[in-house]
């Protein structure tokens, strides 16, 4: 038991790591890709493409946005 414990420990630091905003804002997207993919008659090519391309701006807001409010914050 003590080894599935080690192992899930292992993916979670992985996963989650330093910032859960990131792993939050990544499975939503792919959570809505699953949708369309389930849902509608996207084709692949065109669905990742626009997976591609929502994953960037969810990346960037994850990291930026608590600098902003840090920096902010601070100027207080």
């Known amino acids: 038991m003590r080894y599935v414990t080690g192992f899930g420990r292992v993916w979670w630091d992985f996963v989650i790591g330093e910032d859960w905003r990131i792993a939050a804002g990544v499975g939503a997207v792919l959570a809505a890709g699953a949708a369309l993919v389930a849902w509608t008659g996207v084709?692949?090519?065109?669905?990742?493409?626009g997976l591609g391309a929502a994953l960037v701006p969810v990346v960037v807001a994850s990291?930026?946005?608590?600098?902003?409010?840090?920096?902010?914050?601070?100027?207080?």
């Open 43 to 49: 084709p692949d090519g065109v669905l990742t493409v």
């Open 63 to 76: 990291i930026v946005a608590p600098v902003w409010r840090a920096r902010r914050a601070s100027s207080r």
